[in-house]
Each structure stands twice: as C-alpha cells, then as structure tokens.
C-alpha cells in the first residue's frame, strides 16, 4: 500500500504566503515525478507544478515567480511554497506522487486527499 498525505493548508489575506506538503510512505521503492495540482469549485483539477525525481521543475503559467516545488527524496517529501497569493488561488490543492512500488513494478500515479488553501481578499 502506498500512502500520500498533504499537509499546510490554510486560510491567508491576498499577498501572504504558505508552505504545503506532501510525503509517500509505505511500500515505495522509489518514486519518479512528485507533483501539485488544484481544483477550484466548478472547475476541472489542473496542474500546478510537478518536479523529478532529478529535481526538473515545470509550472503552470500562473503560478511561475510566486511559487516554488522542491522535493527531499531522503523523506519521499515534495513542497509547495506558495507567495504572493492571489484569491483565485483558493482551491483544494491535491499531492500526486508516481510511486514504483517494487523495482519491476511501473510508476503508478497515487493521490493524497487534498488540502484546502482560503485566499481572502
């Protein structure tokens, strides 16, 4: 069993920061991109940032320069830090984590629960 549990969330005035995140645990062998992704009421779950087991870093175009993904591999743990938020930032913020469970298994995608971010303006 693979589990994925975000942490961080919380509520914030518009151009306050915060730091979520996210740790694999159980049966991982290793684990290949690590990543965030959103989803606001009414609107499809999107990405926010994904980074490589390598420490490559994509983001999407409305977050880059106030957000920044790293990740510990030593604590299969991956950060989101999150500054000068925006109220359409609000969202729950979901942790995805592609996890090999064995080393002959593929990258399976495993997601946490989600964790809830309240931007007020």
């Known amino acids: 069993q693979v589990q994925v549990v975000e942490s961080g969330g919380g509520l914030v005035q518009a151009g306050g920061s915060l730091r979520l995140s996210c740790a694999a645990s159980?049966?991982?062998?290793?684990?290949?991109?690590m990543g965030w992704y959103r989803q606001a009421p009414g609107k499809q779950r999107e990405l926010v940032a994904t980074i490589s087991s390598g420490g490559s870093t994509n983001y999407a175009d409305s977050v880059k320069g106030r957000f920044t993904i790293s990740r510990d591999n030593a604590k299969n743990t991956v950060y989101l830090q999150m500054n000068s938020l925006k109220p359409e930032d609000t969202a729950v913020y979901y942790c995805?984590?592609?996890?090999?469970?064995?080393?002959?298994?593929?990258?399976?995608?495993?997601w946490g629960q989600g964790t809830q971010v309240t931007v007020s303006s």
């Open positions: 995805n984590a592609r996890v090999r469970r064995t080393s002959d298994d593929l990258p399976h995608g495993y």
């Open positions: 159980g049966s991982t062998f290793s684990i290949d991109a």
